[in-house]
């Protein structure tokens, strides 16, 4: 039990799908990240949400549509993507700037 | 930009060894380092995490130092085990976000 649960674990979608990777912290967390991981590079980050609010979005394709309900969940939701699309996406989320960041399992996206 | 670099990318040593995995920054205006472990496909487990106002932060086998005037750290691992073997990362967090290095890839032979 990490305290930031990511599903699914694992997918697979054809570019046309549509499809949502979601994230939930049970820390009490006010801040959460998505991250991409690709072999052979550092891990990028994508989105940033503090208090549900976007705060950070580093040049994300549209694709790629972030949505933060509330402090403890969120979601990634994911249209017509490229087969280079293909990653671990990492959920993290932090209490604030000061502390740690505690990282998810992780969802392998395979995009055929 | 802030830009974190990890030496070596990978590293292979026997059992029982003590090793240091060194991690440099470009910008000193951190908040914190943290260090983490990733094994394949998982998720990334943190290890440790270093106050910038902190030297050095310990946990069993694990010993973390910041320098931050030199934008150093370094991870020391006591008596190296084949369950160590791993990618450790290390990142640092600045005002706007967390940036990692990428990583060196561990390699403990029984």
């Known amino acids: 039990e990490t305290g930031v649960t990511q599903t699914p674990r694992h997918l697979v979608m054809g570019m046309t799908n549509k499809k949502s990777l979601k994230c939930e912290q049970h820390?009490?967390?006010?801040?959460m990240y998505w991250y991409k991981q690709s072999a052979k590079k550092p891990l990028e980050l994508m989105f940033v949400?503090?208090?549900?609010?976007?705060?950070e979005n580093n040049s994300v394709p549209s694709r790629f549509s972030p949505e933060c309900p509330n402090s403890s969940h969120l979601f990634l939701h994911l249209h017509t993507l490229q087969p280079e699309d293909s990653a671990l996406y990492l959920c993290a989320s932090s209490q604030d700037t000061g502390t740690g960041v505690f990282f998810g399992e992780g969802s392998r996206l395979t995009v055929l | 930009k802030q830009e974190v670099t990890q030496i070596p990318a990978a590293l292979s040593v026997p059992e029982g060894e003590n090793l240091v995995l060194n991690c440099s920054f470009t910008d000193s205006a951190i908040y914190n380092l943290q260090w983490f472990r990733q094994d394949p496909g998982k998720g990334l487990t943190s290890l440790l995490l270093i106050q910038s106002s902190q030297r050095e932060q310990t946990s069993g086998r694990l010993n973390a130092s910041l320098d931050k005037s030199s934008g150093r750290s370094t991870l020391y691992i006591a008596a190296s085990q084949p369950g160590d073997s791993a990618t450790y990362l290390c990142a640092v967090k600045s005002a706007r976000q967390l940036t990692f290095g990428s990583g060196t890839q561990l390699t403990v032979l029984p």
């Open positions: 820390l009490g967390h006010n801040a």
């Open positions: 949400y503090n208090f549900k609010e976007q705060t």
